[in-house]
């Protein structure tokens, strides 16, 4: 059986890695072989590119271009050394962000070019899409209320404006209705337990599970 990739999207608190966790444990229920992977971060160099990308540190700047490169590099990596090899094996990949993330962020949040940003999404991924995208859709004021509330303190693109993560949600609303056979919205203002069933029946009709 061949592999797949499935990715999850949404603005900050969404509730994507709550429901990452329940669809693993699902998964693994029905026998299925999960990997559980993220960007930025999902290799050790990831890790790093991760950490310059998202401390908040005074005085530190990013350009918005090397912003994009960094998420870019951090994609290219996690590509070739943990996507492709594990899809090869046949595994089923739960996937926290990927190539719509820089669309929805750094296309529609920061406003760079789109052509320049489907360029390097190509590259980074050398055309490997997913094979579903869950999108969680909920209230970028609830999403982020959830967040503050956790009490780890918001990185650098959580403390942008609300106009920026506005943007970045019109961004998903626009990806989801470009692309209706590979992204799903889900309402993730529901219960846990209500998301979960709606992303479990998603995964057993367009997956065949
Ligand atoms: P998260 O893993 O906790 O969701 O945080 C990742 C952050 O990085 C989140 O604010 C979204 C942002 N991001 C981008 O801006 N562009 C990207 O391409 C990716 C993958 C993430």
């Known amino acids: 059986m061949g592999g797949k990739l ?9 509730g994507k890695t709550s429901q990452m966790q329940f669809c693993c444990e699902w998964l693994q229920h029905l ?3 999960v990997v559980v992977t993220r960007e930025p971060g ?7 590119l991760r950490r310059l990308l998202l401390e908040k540190v005074e005085n530190k700047s990013i350009s918005e271009v ?4 960094l998420y870019a590099a951090d994609r290219a990596q996690h590509v070739e050394q943990e996507l492709k090899p594990n899809l090869a094996e046949g595994k089923y990949i739960l996937c926290d962000r990927y190539t719509d993330s820089t669309t929805a962020y750094q296309g529609y949040g920061r406003g760079l070019n789109m052509s320049l940003i ?8 050398s055309g490997l899409e997913s094979d579903l ?3 969680l859709d909920v209230d970028v004021e609830v999403g982020l209320a959830r967040k503050q509330g956790d009490g780890v303190g918001l990185d650098r693109i959580e403390q942008e404006t609300i106009a920026f993560h506005r ?3 019109q961004g998903y609303a626009e990806l989801a209705a470009s692309y209706p056979s590979r992204i799903v919205r889900v309402d993730g203002s529901l219960t846990q337990a209500a ?3 709606i992303i479990q029946g998603i995964l057993r009709d367009k997956l065949e599970l």
């Open 6 to 14: 499935i990715v999850f999207e949404g603005v900050e608190g969404c």
């Open 31 to 33: 026998g299925i072989s």
């Open 42 to 48: 999902g290799t050790e160099l990831g890790l790093h």
């Open 66 to 69: 090397t912003e994009l490169l």
């Open 118 to 125: 489907n360029q390097l999404n190509y590259i980074a991924t």
């Open 133 to 135: 995208t869950i999108w």
């Open 167 to 169: 943007r970045v949600q």
């Open 195 to 197: 998301v979960q069933d």
